[in-house]
């Protein structure tokens, strides 16, 4: 069997073929036809069939820990949230979803809350991520409109990366960025971030901008482009509204003042700003480090009036390009998830659209104010301002802003309801209710791309337990409620539903039109080819490109230019906490890891969280390269690993989003992240936070490697997770147990087993190592010591996979290192696709590989989903072989 369906996680929208032999066995590949990705798959594409297993699912309904009928877990749902509204009015409940939910489920759940509850207490995950494009493409165009495409890329001469690293969150897009530089020897590529990123390998300039500053920078452009008349005047003229005061408040700013205040070389500026003049195709992508700031709609505007100065939209090879990040962040804003939105990229305060949506609804009520953003709306939990909160697809706990406060408002909220697919979660252990929610595989209905392409997600797996689809848990709540309209019999019907409201009444005054695909029956739905919106009677096929008739979606139908004064980050950093925490993701590990963490091969590339210093700060902070740190902040704290690199700015330390209470003691960035947020998008400046950090000392540090899941310690820092076909841990102990042997024992779960130890002990160094072997197979091992360096871990991993442990290889555990020369010990993994580590690519540069693609040839590393050849670039701009990191 073979099913098309397409990639769970980042807005690239790979399509994805899954095949299922007579066994039950799933492989996953790319597909050919799609459009987005013509077969590839970055390495957590390629990694899903890894994650879909049912190990720690939630599978019933649980109502306060107890297993659930879902008759009763849903009545007592509709119950709670009418009591609350009956008692509280409907302000008093709140609904938090996601952009990972299909769009016939965050459908439904916007018509709930905003058309029959009568609430726009509804806002998303979103409100992190994509909030602040959405308020700077409506600021423009009048609408939330992705002008351009994914072949603009390859059309264009010069590529701008802001505040995006592509190589590791859009990993085949930047793939087809390389590609397109590789067969067009004009195009360029440009990255602007504060750190030097896997993105920076393979670009031609890198301005490594003072945080926060890109509204200056861009400012700085539009006052070159003018200075050098690179207008496109009649575009301007007939097309657009408000240059003069964009030019004005721009101002004269010559380069070597932008420079500075950027914190980048003139030559650097002056070269950027001389290719963005001369060359016409132009796209400038962008996403985390553009939308998430206090100033974040300030930058999207400041980068859009550059386009709209050089008439550089709507044409092949141009254009600003937002790069969404979740599957369907698109699709969430199609059906109006966020809280100052209404369906079908309609108006909350707009009264005809108001009137629009109420007449398709035939709803009792529509909401007619905007609703709490996220951050407001934890705030008004925790003041108990909202009683009952139903949270769906998304970890709060561990990724909203100023975390610790979030967790604090679950706890005293009256009634918490989750829906997700994983029973342990940091948010799921603050719910009353938990609802099983089909995951990947297993639902049906349709996401939408960067590039506003819908695809179908389509199921290959049968419903697991009692799981259930999204928008089936929701229409039943609202039935139960007693709500007319939500008796949809599949996800079929609700699209339909959803792409008629899109063209009701519509008359091309609204970008969002997808009507012609309002006629779908069942079984052309499930044949829906992936297609680009609008989707009208006039464009049945879909529409790659937006504004080709430079018509925007304004009053007037013309473009605005937008004044963008710079603005510095809200919270600056102080004597006290004098480095800017900067967060992010890495390129194996999706957000909060309930998925990605289940795959040892996804865990090899980086297996803790890890904060990166630029030498300069880390000296000043006595800290060392893999040591640990402890950061914190006026809001919060958390211990991580020390990476010393060069590649971070000074003054900046850089720190994975990722890590949680599941995986890790205290890897919680978002513990310490500041909640301001951006004035008008109500986004948080989640990549600017005073910092400071200290050494954290532990008295001994301990890695354990165990056949058996290992129990998480009550005290001291931990980070763990599966490793190979064993499970690893890291962790630090300040109290010497009375028997180091019985203690290691005990993590190892071996008390009462026959076992033979292999045993070594050096009392006066603290050095101890002890390894288990059961049958002449290795069962697990513990080393301890007072620093870090305690061996290589990709070496011990090996070892596990081995049936019967070699006498060589007893002597090497005894030593505490691989047999020399055996090339055993591989180094971290750098290539996840064919666990290809880093010491072995070291060895083939040392016998004299000189590229990427030479690499590829001997050890297959980077010839799969290639995300890993940034890496190996790296390490061949290192050569002769750098010294090895341990694992
Ligand atoms: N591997 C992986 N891929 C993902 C995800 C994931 O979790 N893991 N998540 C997906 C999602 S939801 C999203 S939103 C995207 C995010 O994709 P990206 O936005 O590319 O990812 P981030 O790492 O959040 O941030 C991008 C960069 O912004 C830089 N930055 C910080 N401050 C500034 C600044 O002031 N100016 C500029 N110009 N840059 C700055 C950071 O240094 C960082 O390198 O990734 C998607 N893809
Ligand atoms: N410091 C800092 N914080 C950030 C960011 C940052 O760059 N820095 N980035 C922000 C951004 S851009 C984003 S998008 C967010 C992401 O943050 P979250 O949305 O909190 O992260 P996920 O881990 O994707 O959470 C998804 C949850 O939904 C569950 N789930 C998966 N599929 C389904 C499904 O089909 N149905 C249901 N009901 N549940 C499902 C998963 O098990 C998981 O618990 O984080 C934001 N937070
Ligand atoms: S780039 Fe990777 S994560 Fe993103 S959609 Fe494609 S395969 Fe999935
Ligand atoms: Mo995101």
Redo the contacts with the bound molecule.
């Keep these: 069997m073979s099913v098309k369906t397409t990639c769970p996680?980042?807005?690239?929208g790979c399509g994805i073929l899954v095949e299922k032999d007579s066994s039950g066995a799933v492989r996953v590949k790319g597909d050919p036809s799609h459009p987005a990705n013509f077969g590839r798959l970055?390495g957590?594409g390629s990694a899903l069939a890894e994650t879909i297993g049912l190990e720690g699912r939630l599978l019933e309904p649980l109502v306060d820990g107890q297993p659930a009928q879902w008759d009763d877990a849903l009545d007592h749902v509709a119950e709670r949230f009418n009591r609350v509204i009956r008692e509280h009015g409907p302000d008093a409940v709140a609904f938090y979803v996601s952009?990972q939910l299909l769009t016939e489920d965050y459908y439904v759940v916007n018509k709930l809350a905003k058309g029959f509850v009568g609430t726009a207490n509804i806002d998303t995950?979103s409100r992190?991520?994509?909030a602040s494009s959405v308020v700077g493409h409506k600021r423009a165009f009048g609408s939330d409109t992705v002008p351009g495409c994914y072949e603009d890329i390859e059309l264009a001469d010069l590529l701008v990366l802001?505040?995006?690293?592509?190589a590791?969150?859009?990993?085949i897009l930047h793939q087809r960025m390389l590609a397109a530089k590789a067969n067009n020897p004009n195009c360029r590529i440009v990255v602007?971030?504060?750190?030097r990123?896997a993105?920076c390998e393979g670009a031609d300039l890198h301005l490594p901008?003072?945080?926060?500053?890109?509204s200056v920078l861009f400012n700085g452009l539009l006052a070159f482009l003018a200075q050098r008349e690179a207008i496109d005047g009649a575009f301007v003229g007939n097309s657009t509204t408000g240059v003069e005061a964009a030019l004005q408040q721009a101002g004269g700013q010559t380069v070597g003042e932008t420079a500075a205040t950027c914190g980048l070389t003139e030559g650097a500026v002056e070269l950027f700003f001389d290719w963005f003049t001369r060359t016409e195709r132009v796209v400038t992508l962008?996403?985390?480090?553009?939308?998430?700031?206090t100033s974040g709609v300030d930058?999207v505007n400041a980068i859009i009036n550059c386009h709209l100065l050089t008439g550089r939209i709507g044409r092949p090879g141009m254009g600003p390009f937002s790069?969404?990040?979740?599957p369907n962040?698109m699709g969430g804003r199609e059906v109006g998830g966020l809280a100052n939105q209404l369906a079908a990229h309609m108006e909350i305060e707009n009264p005809k659209h108001r009137d629009i949506v109420q007449r398709f609804w035939q709803s009792p009520v529509v909401a007619d104010t905007a609703g709490l953003k996220a951050v407001d709306m934890f705030d008004a939990i925790a003041e108990g301002r909202i009683k009952a909160v139903w949270i769906m697809s998304t970890n709060p706990a561990v990724s909203l802003p100023d975390a610790n406060r979030v967790r604090a408002a679950l706890e005293a909220c009256d009634f918490v309801v989750v829906s997700d697919c994983m029973q342990h979660t940091d948010t799921t252990r603050h719910a009353h209710v938990l609802l099983p929610a089909l995951a990947w595989g297993e639902k049906d209905g349709t996401v939408t791309n960067s590039e506003r392409r819908i695809s179908r997600q389509r199921p290959f797996l049968p419903a697991p337990g009692s799981a259930r689809a999204d928008w089936w848990i929701i229409c039943n709540v609202a039935s139960r409620m007693g709500f007319a309209g939500f008796d949809h019999a599949g996800a079929a019907e609700i699209f339909r539903e959803h792409a008629a409201l899109s063209g009701f009444e519509n008359d091309g005054s609204r970008d969002f039109d997808i009507s012609a695909l309002g006629t779908l029956d069942d079984r052309a739905y499930d044949r829906l080819p992936p297609v680009q919106w609008p989707v009208t009677r006039e464009y049945p096929t879909g529409t790659p490109r937006m504004f080709e008739t430079r018509r925007f979606f304004t009053p007037d139908r013309k473009a605005r230019f937008v004044p963008v004064k710079p603005r510095p980050?809200r919270n600056s950093t102080s004597r006290e906490f004098p480095l800017v925490l900067?967060?992010?993701?890495?390129?194996?590990?999706?957000?909060t890891m309930t998925r990605?963490g289940k795959s040892a091969r996804l865990l090899a590339h980086m297996f803790e969280p890890r904060a990166e210093f630029h030498p300069d700060d880390a000296r000043l902070a006595g800290l060392e390269d893999d040591a640990l740190a402890r950061l914190s902040s006026p809001w919060g704290e958390m211990v991580t690993r020390v990476s010393v690199t060069a590649e971070q700015r000074r003054g900046?330390v850089?720190v994975p989003?990722?890590w949680n209470n599941e995986y890790a003691a205290d890897g919680r960035v978002n513990a310490l992240v500041n909640p301001a947020t951006d004035p008008l998008s109500g986004q948080p400046e989640?990549?600017?936070t005073p910092v400071k950090a200290d050494p954290y000392a532990p008295k001994w540090h301990a890695f354990i490697l165990s056949r058996r899941e290992i129990e998480r310690p009550a005290a001291g820092y931990w980070v763990h997770g599966k490793a190979g076909t064993s499970w690893r841990m890291e962790l630090t102990i300040d109290e010497r147990p009375a028997s180091w042997r019985d203690w290691a024992r005990a993590r190892l779960g071996l008390e009462d087993a026959d076992v033979e130890w292999i045993a070594y002990r050096d009392p006066t160094a603290g050095r101890f190592r002890y390894a288990a072997v059961q049958d002449g197979r290795l069962q697990g091992c513990v080393f301890i010591a007072p620093d870090h360096k305690l061996v290589s871990r990709s070496w011990l991993i090996g070892l596990f996979a081995e049936d019967e442990i070699s006498p060589t290889a007893r002597m090497s555990l005894l030593t505490g290192r691989p047999p020399q020369g055996s090339g055993q010990d591989i180094g971290p993994i750098v290539c996840s696709c064919f666990g290809v580590g880093q010491h072995q690519i070291s060895s083939e540069i040392q016998k004299g590989a000189t590229s990427v693609d030479a690499i590829g040839r001997q050890l297959k590393a980077g010839t799969n989903c290639g995300a890993c050849k940034p890496e190996i670039s790296k390490l061949l701009s290192r050569a002769p072989a750098a010294e090895a990191q341990p694992a």
Excluded: E
């Excluded at 901008?209 to 890109?214: A, P, Q």
């Design positions: 996680y980042c807005g690239v970055c957590k952009g995950n992190l991520c994509m802001v505040g995006s690293n592509a590791w969150c859009h990993p602007l971030d504060p750190r990123t993105t901008l003072r945080s926060g500053s890109d962008y996403s985390q480090g553009v939308n998430q700031s930058k790069l969404t990040g979740q962040a980050p900067n967060t992010g993701r890495i390129r194996d590990q999706w957000h990605t900046c850089f989003m990722h989640s990549k600017h």
